[in-house]
């Protein structure tokens, strides 16, 4: 069978679906059936006739989309100017948002089948079945609608060893226009699943619905191998940077240290830098020392709240301040730069608190920040909260809302959305005047032409969001120090 894949990014950050692109290099390399992604992320102008175009070339039987919340609007707009006019390709949904919000997912009209859970191999047994039969009955982690009723088939239990899959396939994706924007970089996952319940994230809902261990994580020989097998292969596209996505990359020490010492045998620390993901209570003087001599320079950190309430009994975090103080000063005394990451406008927030949390981020003074607000995403205990207070109102659709920031969909009485907005756009403003005076410091008139070049030239050609200047020069330069 021939399935087309699509990335429904007409929006959204510049910055490809791992997900996705596992999914598709498993069915292109683990079965005999045709498949293509179609990522109209670099053709928003005209994403109608570049899709349109992709699929009347491929001819597919299936269409599969990924989605989160931020994008899940722009599938199903997609999805129908497909089916206007090849109204027999079967839609097929998959990822976090039709997995969570399942039901509802299947009730949009030209929605034909979700995937709930992991894509791999469900995807290559849906294609087996539908070779010789044009039922999906009985295939693991698909759900479909059939004579008005939803048919929920039973849940695939997710793999726990991760090294059976093959490394992602990025000539999948228009890999050059990316790295325009994520200069030098890769994106890896180490592991998947989280262990925490955080109550604003989807994983804690995800480990309560799906079957099987949760948290795993790959070999470090395994993603060794799969950094050299890039490397070789996308050197001369300027690859020169790992970012690794995992919810906590130092969630367990034996694999970091192992992980760390063989980047350094292989030699790739002399090559390539790397960032990961860090829980600040799990962070050591020791996992310091040996991921900077790995040339490890830059940690993602979540510190979300100021205020200790909003941050332990509401986020249900169990952070203390004394552990966040401390992993920020041993980034400092190692030179390991950091991106910290809060989020405004949660439950039980006001004024008060979030302003706790704009000082915490002042005091913190990262290389980098991300200033999230808080969206209710599907079956989180966060949105449960919101849902139950009897106070809260949940006001925009999520056809509104492509990423987690600028914008509030809560209002209630003590805070409407509108003052979120107002004090989003405020500590905006802050870090940016505070971005560009350190880039007119570190690079001078370089950062001056960097900034022309970026809103003249490649803004207007490829539809760059205007925060996407911070990527192109200071991020860029954070990666140069150690390359």
Avoid at 282 to 291: F, G, R, S, V
């Amino acid at each position: 069978m021939r399935i087309a894949l699509i990335y429904p990014n007409l929006h959204g950050e510049f910055r490809p679906n791992v997900g996705i692109l596992y999914v598709a290099t498993y069915i292109q390399q683990k079965s005999h059936h045709e498949v293509i992604l179609i990522d109209p992320t670099f053709h928003r102008k005209d994403w109608k006739r570049y899709i349109l175009d992709k699929i009347q070339n491929f001819s597919p039987e299936i269409i599969g989309y990924s989605c989160l919340s931020f994008n899940f609007y722009d599938a199903l707009q997609i999805n129908h100017i497909v089916k206007e006019k090849y109204s027999s390709i079967l839609s097929l949904f998959g990822g976090i948002h039709p997995t969570l919000a399942n039901i509802s997912t299947l009730k949009h009209k030209n929605v034909d089948l979700i995937c709930v859970g992991e894509g791999e191999y469900t995807l290559k047994a849906l294609l087996d079945q539908l070779e010789t039969t044009p039922s999906p009955k009985d295939v693991k982690g698909i759900w479909y609608k059939s004579n008005g009723s939803i048919i929920k088939n039973e849940l695939r239990p997710l793999e726990e060893d991760l090294d059976k899959f093959p490394f992602p396939n990025w000539d999948f994706y228009e890999i050059e226009k990316y790295m325009i924007i994520n200069p030098y970089q890769l994106d890896f996952f180490g592991s998947r699943g989280c262990p925490y319940s955080c109550t604003f994230c989807s994983n804690h809902a995800l480990r309560k619905l799906l079957p099987g261990k949760y948290v795993r994580q790959r070999s470090p020989k395994n993603i060794i191998q799969e950094i050299k097998y890039d490397l070789k292969k996308y050197r001369d596209k300027g690859f020169r940077y790992v970012y690794f996505w995992d919810e906590t990359f130092i969630l367990k020490k034996p694999f970091l240290h192992e992980f760390c010492r063989l980047f350094m045998e292989s030699k790739l620390a002399d090559h390539i830098s790397w960032s990961c993901t860090a829980r600040a209570d799990l962070l050591t003087e020791d996992d310091m020392k040996i991921m900077k001599a790995a040339n490890c320079n830059m940690l993602q950190i979540g510190i979300e709240a100021g205020d200790p309430y909003i941050r332990n009994k509401v986020y249900n975090r169990q952070m203390s301040f004394a552990s966040m103080l401390n992993a920020v000063q041993l980034t400092r005394k190692y030179d390991v730069g950091t991106q910290l990451n809060f989020i405004f406008g949660g439950p039980e927030e006001t004024m008060e608190t979030m302003q706790k949390t704009f000082k915490i981020a002042q005091s913190f003074d990262p290389k980098q920040i991300s200033l999230n607000v808080f969206q209710p995403l599907p079956a989180t205990n966060a949105t449960k909260m919101i849902e139950t207070d009897g106070k809260s109102c949940i006001e925009d659709s999520w056809s509104e809302m492509h990423n987690f920031y600028y914008k509030s969909m809560i209002s209630r009485p003590s805070l409407k959305k509108e003052q979120i907005n107002s004090f989003i756009k405020k500590v905006d403003r802050y870090f940016i005047s505070k971005f560009a005076f350190r880039g007119l410091k570190e690079r001078k008139l370089i950062f001056l032409k960097d900034i022309l070049k970026f809103f003249i030239f490649l803004k207007p050609k490829y539809n760059f969001h205007s925060h996407d200047a911070y990527k192109y020069t200071l991020r860029r330069y954070l990666y140069e120090r150690n390359l």
